[in-house]
């Protein structure tokens, strides 16, 4: 049977364990149980601040999560923003452009469908009723530019 020689640190340590359990050996039993009420109190002691520590660690974690998700809405709703005045105004410029060559899309470009679009991207909502009012009002936006393009009744 062979055995590995301890290390220096592991000497150390077995020598503080031998001195440590001569000092509570030469207590005797009645010191021996105070010393053993005295350490009770103290584990008690470090068990009290190490479930603290947790708690404000994981308080820590909620709130940086709580804020990291705060931040991606705002990112989010910046993104909505910019990505719909962009596209209301390419709408409203392809309608301006086209509107000499054809009524019918530049009506759509311009009308409604504009504001439905701007709805949907800057408040990121779709309500089915406003949708609706929507689409009603492209149809009479596209009825009217018809009517105009057709000129006055025939008498």
Known sequence: MTEQMPTSGETR??????????????????GLEVALKAMDAQLVREHGITVLKLKAAQRDAELAAAKAKED??????????VVGCV?????????????TYAWWLSALLCGPSL???????????????????????????????AAHQAGPPAV
Not at 72 to 81: C, G, H, S, Y
Not at 87 to 99: D, E, K, N, P, S
Not at 118 to 144: C, E, F, K, N, W
């Open 13 to 30: 340590v077995f020598e503080h364990g031998l001195r440590v359990a001569r000092e509570w050996g030469a207590l005797g039993a009645e």
């Open 72 to 81: 991606a809405d705002r990112r989010l709703a910046v993104t909505r923003l």
């Open 87 to 99: 596209m209301g105004l390419v709408m409203m410029g392809a309608g301006i452009t086209v509107a």
């Open 115 to 145: 504001l439905a679009l701007t709805h949907v991207l800057v408040l990121g909502r779709s309500d089915p009723g406003a949708l609706r009012y929507i689409t009603g009002a492209s149809r009479q936006a596209t009825d009217a530019a």
